[in-house]
């Protein structure tokens, strides 16, 4: 069975810019949530789609937005890049939701300089 | 509220010793207590997971001990190998979302 995969695996951006990751979850999984990780601030959450829907958000502004598709698979996107949104981004798929195991992807590492 | 703390923020052992990281929270809702295991360059594995009407769990030589009174829990390994060396992260959720609330992490690193 696959694990989750997420791509791309680095990725360079110029502050300003924006960026779109990919997110594939294990097959039958219906939750794809999505955290931030930096040296300084550990693991943030940012946000939890299920069934296409977002069911929670974390504490990030609105350049962090996310959709989930018909097929499970989800984005993450960030616009207007800043120094600070470098980081190890990471994706995880659990089957229903909260309670359930959750699967991490290996992350995208994502620097803005 | 929304915070677990974590301790210690790092720990030296010696093979075959055992391995203590312990866990605090604050919200009484929390029902999900999973442990995940993250090697550098790596994504955070899932080792073991508990919730509170249990008061312990063990997996091979990984165990969580649960202290529902207290808000504790901590991860026990037990006969610790220097392939153990990574970063530990105790965690926290409640309800049906899968948000998990994340401790700092703890850095072990085992002596052969």
């Known amino acids: 069975k696959a694990g989750v995969t997420q791509t791309p695996r680095y990725l360079i951006k110029t502050r300003g810019q924006q960026v779109t990751l990919s997110c594939s979850p294990i097959?039958?999984?219906?939750?794809v949530s999505w955290y931030q990780q930096t040296p300084g601030q550990g693991l943030q959450f940012l946000f939890e789609?299920?069934?296409?829907?977002?069911?929670n958000k974390g504490n990030f502004p609105g350049r962090f937005s996310g959709r989930q598709f018909s097929n499970s698979r989800s984005e993450m996107n960030v616009s207007t890049l800043e120094l600070g949104d470098s980081a190890l981004y990471l994706c995880?798929?659990?089957f229903g939701g909260g309670g359930t195991e959750a699967f991490f992807g290996q992350g995208t590492r994502l620097t803005v300089v | 509220q929304q915070q677990v703390k974590q301790s210690p923020q790092s720990l030296i052992v010696q093979k075959g010793g055992i391995s203590i990281i312990n866990c605090a929270y604050e919200?009484?809702?929390?029902?999900?207590f999973p442990w995940y295991q993250q090697f550098p360059g790596k994504g955070p594995a899932l080792l073991i997971a508990?919730?509170?009407?249990?008061s312990e769990k063990k997996e091979g030589r990984f165990t969580i001990s649960f202290n529902k009174s207290a808000k504790q829990f901590s991860l026990h390994i037990m006969d610790s190998q220097p392939g153990d060396s990574a970063t530990y992260f105790c965690?926290?959720?409640?309800?049906?979302?899968?948000?998990?609330?994340f401790g700092s992490g703890t850095r072990l690193l085992v002596r052969p």
């Open positions: 995880a798929s659990s």
């Open positions: 097959s039958g999984h219906r939750s």
């Open positions: 789609y299920f069934s296409e829907t977002q069911r």
């Open positions: 919200n009484t809702a929390f029902d999900y």
């Open positions: 508990i919730r509170p009407d249990v």
């Open positions: 965690a926290a959720s409640k309800g049906s979302s899968y948000k998990l609330i």
